[in-house]
């Protein structure tokens, strides 16, 4: 069983690569957890994991509107913020119950903000600034993870 | 003609009372409204975006202030798009509930013509055509207005919005979020040219913005600057960072909309939303537009953010030409402003 793997991007470029690559291998339904610090490139990969889908329009920042539904070639994703929520409970106010009963693959940056309410999820991913490029490691929360995992390692080898 | 106006596509419960012959009667958010003892004296905290249980109590205070009963209102407006599913609900729902109960005609208004068409609630609206620049949180977009309901979408952020820039970047400052304001105060005392940062999308034609890049710019410009003098950073080196940032978004603004001016031909620039009343911005907007000859104009602060006031008067304009809702409903997250 692949327990982790770590990937260093070197630039803008390898970090929506990267995102395709995702994409690409992303499994129908998961939750992903997408953590790191202002800055670190979440925004940047869900671009990416989006234009891996097959999603060509503008990606804009959720942080505002918590939440940017999608779809792209009769899948459904739905990308979240929880920056700024308050409390938890406000995830219920998003329809998030419904979300997670569906077959959507649910993007969330600042998941901790929705800790109560958000279960753990499939995939977690960590993002982490780097004088050059980024850091990103991937964790497995459950089969689906380790599934879309080894499907992601084995696509990766020799390009990152 | 008297309307209701409902507003819960995002953060804000808000609701109002506009009467054609006399104006704005009364406009309220949730988070505005002190809460009477009819409400039970004590008032719970209720989470954001919980409109549910808001809108009932402001929907009253406007109709009381207002002093308007069923017979009164000639029409109810509500959002009906674009914003948050859940949200755009409770309005969409409530409002042609309401509406059908009392038998009056129920308008679905779009957001952001709500935001386009706020001016008008000023005593001194100005006259159409104009190019509206639509900067805050969630919002960066250069409209061409030509009337109510002749809009035509010239350009917009294609990630972050400039409100958001602001405020992300202040929390890299160790400013509290959303901390937009206090960066601007922090950047007064910053010294001029100590840093440089990119005006993004710039370089090429268009009018699409890009904001996403300058917070990253000021990540790795913060880290260089911890590196040479030391963390925390002293006190002057952040206000001339401070000061990078806000000029660079500033001018990069005001490149656009020259350039929004003249692909239009139009007279008049109005800036709308949470951003404009940065006083930089209004300044160098000033600067560049009176080399154009155009005429500047600001809605007051509380018309530029989202409110009830500009979806009643938008519901107006479209009730007046008889437009109205059957008796479904349909809540639009996704709105195109053509449309």
Same mark, same amino acid.
Not at chain 1, 1 to 9: I, R, V
Not at chain 1, 146 to 159: K, M, N, Q
Not at chain 2, 42 to 53: G, M, N, T, W, Y
Not at chain 2, 232 to 237: A, F, N, R
């Given at each position: 069983?692949?327990?982790?793997?770590?990937?260093?991007?070197?630039?803008?470029?390898?970090?929506?690569?990267?995102?395709?690559? %995702?994409? #690409?291998? !992303?499994?129908?339904?998961? /939750?992903?957890? +997408?953590?790191?610090?202002?800055?670190?490139?979440?925004? =940047? $990969?869900?671009?990416?994991?989006?234009?891996?889908?097959?999603?060509?329009?503008?990606?804009?920042?959720?942080?505002?509107?918590?939440?940017?539904?999608?779809?792209?070639?009769?899948?459904?994703?739905?990308?979240?913020? %929880?920056? #700024?929520? !308050?409390?938890?409970?406000? /995830?219920?106010? +998003?329809?998030?119950?419904?979300?997670?009963?569906?077959? =959507? $693959?649910?993007?969330?940056?600042?998941?901790?903000?929705?800790?109560?309410?958000?279960?753990?999820?499939?995939?977690?991913?960590?993002?982490?600034?780097?004088?050059?490029?980024?850091?990103?490691?991937?964790?497995?929360?459950?089969?689906?993870?380790?599934?879309?995992?080894?499907?992601?390692?084995?696509?990766?080898?020799?390009?990152? | 003609?008297?309307?209701?106006?409902?507003?819960?596509?995002?953060?804000?419960?808000?609701?109002?009372?506009?009467?054609?012959?006399?104006?704005?009667?009364?406009?309220?958010?949730?988070?505005?409204?002190?809460?009477?003892?009819?409400?039970?004296?004590?008032?719970?905290?209720?989470?954001?975006?919980?409109?549910?249980?808001?809108?009932?109590?402001?929907?009253?205070?406007?109709?009381?202030?207002?002093?308007?009963?069923?017979?009164?209102?000639?029409?109810?407006?509500?959002?009906?798009?674009?914003?948050?599913?859940?949200?755009?609900?409770?309005?969409?729902?409530?409002?042609?509930?309401?509406?059908?109960?009392?038998?009056?005609?129920?308008?679905?208004?779009?957001?952001?013509?709500?935001?386009?068409?706020?001016?008008?609630?000023?005593?001194?609206?100005?006259?159409?055509?104009?190019?509206?620049?639509?900067?805050?949180?969630?919002?960066?977009?250069?409209?061409?207005?030509?009337?109510?309901?002749?809009?035509?979408?010239?350009?917009?952020?294609?990630?972050?919005?400039?409100?958001?820039?602001?405020?992300?970047?202040?929390?890299?400052?160790?400013?509290?979020?959303?901390?937009?304001?206090?960066?601007?105060?922090?950047?007064?005392?910053?010294?001029?040219?100590?840093?440089?940062?990119?005006?993004?999308?710039?370089?090429?034609?268009?009018?699409?913005?890009?904001?996403?890049?300058?917070?990253?710019?000021?990540?790795?410009?913060?880290?260089?600057?911890?590196?040479?003098?030391?963390?925390?950073?002293?006190?002057?080196?952040?206000?001339?960072?401070?000061?990078?940032?806000?000029?660079?978004?500033?001018?990069?603004?005001?490149?656009?909309?020259?350039?929004?001016?003249?692909?239009?031909?139009?007279?008049?620039?109005?800036?709308?939303?949470?951003?404009?009343?940065?006083?930089?911005?209004?300044?160098?907007?000033?600067?560049?537009?009176?080399?154009?000859?155009?005429?500047?104009?600001?809605?007051?602060?509380?018309?530029?953010?989202?409110?009830?006031?500009?979806?009643?008067?938008?519901?107006?304009?479209?009730?007046?030409?008889?437009?109205?809702?059957?008796?479904?409903?349909?809540?639009?997250?996704?709105?195109?402003?053509?449309?």
């Amino acid at each position: 069983m692949t327990t982790q793997a770590n990937y260093h991007l070197p630039n803008l470029e390898a970090q929506m690569t990267f995102g395709a690559l %995702l994409g #690409r291998t !992303a499994p129908p339904s998961a /939750l992903v957890r +997408l953590e790191g610090d202002l800055g670190a490139g979440k925004t =940047t $990969l869900a671009r990416g994991l989006l234009r891996g889908l097959g999603y060509e329009g503008t990606v804009r920042s959720p942080t505002y509107t918590l939440m940017e539904p999608y779809e792209a070639a009769g899948r459904h994703c739905v990308h979240f913020d %929880l920056y #700024r929520l !308050a409390d938890a409970e406000e /995830l219920e106010f +998003l329809g998030i119950r419904d979300l997670l009963a569906g077959d =959507t $693959l649910i993007l969330v940056e600042w998941p901790e903000r929705g800790e109560g309410v958000l279960p753990t999820g499939d995939l977690r991913i960590d993002l982490n600034y780097q004088r050059q490029g980024r850091e990103i490691t991937l964790i497995p929360q459950s089969e689906i993870g380790e599934g879309w995992l080894a499907r992601v390692t084995s696509e990766a080898s020799g390009f990152f | 003609m008297r309307v209701l106006g409902i507003e819960t596509s995002c953060d804000e419960t808000a609701a109002a009372v506009y009467d054609s012959e006399r104006g704005l009667l009364a406009h309220r958010l949730y988070s505005q409204v002190e809460l009477h003892a009819e409400y039970g004296g004590v008032v719970p905290e209720l989470a954001s975006r919980d409109h549910i249980r808001k809108l009932l109590p402001i929907v009253d205070e406007v109709l009381s202030e207002s002093n308007s009963g069923p017979d009164d209102i000639d029409g109810i407006a509500y959002t009906a798009g674009p914003g948050l599913i859940g949200a755009l609900m409770v309005g969409t729902s409530f409002g042609r509930s309401l509406a059908w109960s009392w038998g009056k005609p129920a308008v679905a208004v779009h957001h952001m013509e709500g935001h386009l068409l706020a001016p008008m609630l000023e005593d001194n609206p100005p006259p159409f055509p104009f190019v509206a620049l639509l900067v805050s949180g969630g919002h960066s977009q250069l409209v061409d207005v030509r009337g109510v309901g002749d809009y035509r979408l010239m350009g917009e952020s294609v990630d972050d919005a400039a409100g958001e820039a602001f405020d992300k970047t202040a929390k890299l400052l160790d400013l509290p979020y959303p901390g937009g304001p206090a960066l601007s105060s922090l950047a007064e005392s910053g010294r001029p040219d100590r840093y440089r940062f990119p005006r993004p999308m710039t370089d090429r034609p268009g009018l699409d913005m890009s904001f996403s890049g300058l917070k990253t710019f000021a990540l790795n410009t913060l880290k260089d600057a911890i590196a040479q003098h030391g963390d925390p950073l002293p006190e002057q080196i952040r206000a001339d960072i401070a000061l990078a940032f806000e000029q660079a978004l500033v001018e990069t603004l005001a490149i656009k909309c020259r350039r929004a001016i003249r692909e239009s031909g139009h007279q008049r620039l109005i800036l709308a939303g949470g951003v404009s009343a940065n006083t930089r911005l209004r300044s160098h907007m000033r600067e560049i537009m009176e080399k154009e000859q155009i005429e500047v104009r600001y809605p007051r602060l509380e018309f530029c953010t989202d409110n009830g006031a500009m979806i009643a008067y938008a519901g107006w304009q479209r009730l007046r030409k008889g437009a109205h809702e059957n008796l479904s409903f349909r809540p639009k997250p996704r709105w195109p402003l053509n449309e």
